[in-house]
């Protein structure tokens, strides 16, 4: 068999040359060379020498970051919002544990090629609706089915119990009415999750769908996701996470500093959702939620960046950046995006730029974070290139 015969064969091989490697773990860059190895990253040294079958590229000056993983998005399961017909991201009634976002994802959306074309390499897609919405599943944005895009095809449990505290400027009748429904709702789903740990330790032959998807949460094997705001509600959720032995995260969490120390006796990360928004409150600094990141990780709290908007996802990288220009560095706030939601979700080999970890990479002119200096020049995801030229937004850029 001749040379070329062989390299045929070979999987394919990649080095990246001198470029500045961004780890995603926390630490500072360094200038280095990278070799992909078919899926995988195989070297990352200050020099690796070049075979004959490499595909070399010259990124020197240039630097590399890995793939962003958006967590908590309605990603896949809504496309335009105004027309029912494409929304598919809720279930009818009050507990769907059952609803499993895997089956409802669309990997032909057109939002999709815009997050790419901005880091997003990786979603976490969120079904929404009711206390207990369903289960969510991890995606990589490449695959022309869901079997060949899914990471995870049940990841955590995401629930949306009702405020304790009523609207401000509501009429006190209302308010009171308000606070008494939220905490019928918690006495129902506090019956649910009771009737739900009998049938999961065997205490009924009824088959259930719905108890058989919650009882992994109740093993406390996977995460349970709260999307709450207020001190009354994460103290809600600490208490009932307690109560039944969740592994809680809360996503939301605007008033999480008051309290801090409730959040990290619980040991329970804050995924916090946009850090472009307005303070919570009249009295509430105008930088609250750009400085939030740095000070829940001064107080000892386990932080991720979200973004609740399917097609806005694409500013994700922006919102760590302003986590870094207030108080983080920038290699911290990276890992908000890249290595501490993978750990949290348990995707081992995603979230930072290792080797054996997948080579699921960017090769950025700038900084990645930054608006005025991000240029995504190509994009590998698990050792393929990705399309970035399909981005529908960049084509009306060029046709207008």
């Known amino acids: 068999m001749g040379l070329i015969g062989v390299f045929a064969w070979l999987p394919i091989q990649i080095l990246i040359r001198g470029a500045w490697i961004h780890r995603g773990d926390g630490t500072l860059p360094m200038r280095a060379d990278m070799l992909v190895r078919g899926d995988s990253i195989a070297a990352i040294a200050p020099v690796i020498s070049a075979l004959p079958e490499y595909q070399v590229i010259d990124a020197r000056g240039k630097h590399v970051y890995p793939g962003i993983i958006a967590i908590g998005t309605p990603v896949g399961l809504i496309e335009i919002e105004a027309i029912r017909a494409t929304r598919d991201a809720a279930e009818v009634g009050e507990f769907t544990p059952e609803a499993a976002a895997y089956t409802a994802f669309n990997v032909d959306s057109r939002v999709l090629p815009t997050l790419r074309a901005n880091g997003i390499l990786y979603v976490e897609s ?194 760590a950046g302003s986590a870094a220009a207030y108080g983080l560095s920038s290699e911290e706030a990276l890992a908000l995006i890249t290595d501490k939601p993978a750990r949290w979700l348990g995707l081992s080999r995603l979230g930072r730029l290792e080797v054996g970890y997948k080579a699921s990479f960017l090769l950025v002119e700038g900084d990645l974070l930054d608006v005025p200096r991000s240029r995504i020049l190509r994009a590998w995801l698990e050792g393929k290139e990705v399309n970035l030229s399909d981005n529908p937004q960049e084509q009306l850029f060029h046709k207008y």
């Not at 996503?251 to 995924?271: D, F, K, T, W």
Request: proline share 7%.
């Open 126 to 319: 969120v079904p929404q609706g009711g206390v207990i919405a369903g289960r969510s599943a991890v995606f990589r944005l490449m695959g022309r089915t869901r079997e060949q895009a899914v990471v995870l095809s049940s990841a955590a449990l995401h629930c949306y119990p009702p405020s304790l505290r009523p609207w401000l400027y509501a009429p006190y009748e209302e308010q009171k009415k308000e606070v008494e429904r939220a905490h019928e709702s918690w006495k129902r789903l506090d019956a649910y999750f009771e009737q739900a740990g009998r049938w999961c330790g065997g205490d009924s032959l009824f088959p259930s769908v719905a108890f058989r998807a919650l009882c992994p949460y109740l093993r406390g094997e996977k995460p349970v996701i709260w999307h709450v705001e207020t001190a009354e509600d994460i103290e809600a959720v600490v208490r009932f996470s307690s109560r039944w032995g969740l592994k809680a995260a809360i996503a939301g969490g605007a008033e999480a500093l008051r309290v801090v120390s409730l959040l990290r006796e619980h040991n329970i990360p804050l995924i916090l959702i946009r850090t472009h928004r307005l303070p919570p409150s009249e009295d509430s600094p105008m930088d609250y939620f750009y400085a939030l990141p740095k000070s829940l990780r001064d107080s000892g709290i386990t932080v991720f960046l979200s973004h609740d908007s399917f097609w806005n996802q694409r500013n994700l990288a922006y919102n």
